[in-house]
């Protein structure tokens, strides 16, 4: 198991690729690569103690994080 602490990934922040510079051309693109990577490197007996900023928006997804 292992700890994870993050904050500030908002998802679904369209605007937050511009204000933070990040390497995407749409939300769409910026959450599924984050999802993959989060995924990627998180396990499912792993904990993540997310601080803040998590998402944009209150719309329920069906995709896992």
Partial sequence: MKLFIISDTHFHHENIIKYSNRPFKSVE???SEMIKRWNNKVGKEDIV?????FA?????KSKSY
């Fill in 29 to 31: 693109e910026m959450d």
């Fill in 49 to 53: 103690l997310h601080l803040g900023d």
């Fill in 56 to 60: 944009l928006g209150s719309e329920k």
